[in-house]
């Protein structure tokens, strides 16, 4: 079985500060780990995932996020935050036993950029 | 652009009637997804179609149908709309392959009255 944690529920920054959302994860299999962004009213969008390739993965918009096993993390980071990063971000694991891919989503985290 | 499609973005419908969501893309993709999201939660799967083998998710009220007529075009089906059944319904698409990414559309906002 596989479950996502994301460890809080909001998080607010002010512009041009650093952002960091947290993750862990957990899965019997070498998992496929995905970070999803949605602003309001809209659908998910993709911003970075993890394949077993290099651990550390860069995304769009200047997100990156590093994948670490001995922690079971995938956090999701940005050097300098800006006012339209605010959204709901969902860090979402793969469960690749599947024919096709099932996802399994953490609860989400609503980032705040104060101005 | 290649891309995943929904119409409408907003739906409206009364208690008990009858409503049908669309979903359409161009990605050429194998599977299509229905997913369920209430407000300040996650994506809740209902099912998937993989080609036109139909996938049930075990907690997906019988109130739900879904129809594939084509690899193109999915419909969500809700037989009897109850007021628990307001949410954005997001439809989603992969290739079906290992390692893969699902493609979002932007959703119907339904809302039952």
């Known amino acids: 079985a596989q479950s996502v944690t994301q460890l809080d529920s909001h998080v607010s920054v002010s512009e041009g500060t650093p952002v960091l959302l947290r993750c862990n994860y957990s899965s019997s299999y070498s998992p496929s780990l995905f970070w999803y962004v949605q602003h309001p009213n809209k659908g998910l969008q993709l911003l970075l995932k993890?394949?077993?390739?290099?651990?550390l993965v860069k995304g769009i918009n200047g997100f990156e996020a590093e994948f670490k096993k001995s922690e079971t993390s995938f956090h999701l980071t940005k050097p300098s935050a800006h006012m339209s990063d605010a959204a709901e971000y969902f860090c979402v694991v793969s469960d690749r036993t599947f024919g096709n891919e099932k996802l399994t989503f953490g609860t989400g985290t609503r980032l705040t950029i104060i101005p | 652009d290649a891309m995943v499609i929904q119409n409408p973005r907003y739906q409206v419908t009364q208690f008990g009637k009858p409503v049908t969501l669309s979903c359409s893309q161009t990605?050429?993709?194998?599977?299509m997804y229905w997913y369920q999201q209430k407000s300040s939660q996650a994506p809740k799967l209902l099912f998937h179609?993989?080609?036109?083998?139909?996938?049930n998710e075990a907690d997906t009220p019988d109130n739900f149908q879904s129809r594939r007529p084509n690899t193109s075009f999915c419909f969500l089906d809700i037989r009897s709309p109850g007021l628990g059944d307001a949410a954005m319904y997001l439809c989603?698409?992969?290739?079906?392959?290992?390692?893969?990414?699902?493609?979002f559309g932007p959703g119907t906002r339904l809302t039952v009255l």
């Open positions: 179609y993989y080609d036109k083998d139909f996938n």
């Open positions: 989603a698409t992969s290739t079906g392959q290992g390692a893969d990414t699902q493609y």
């Open positions: 990605l050429n993709h194998n599977v």
């Open positions: 993890y394949t077993s390739a290099a651990t």
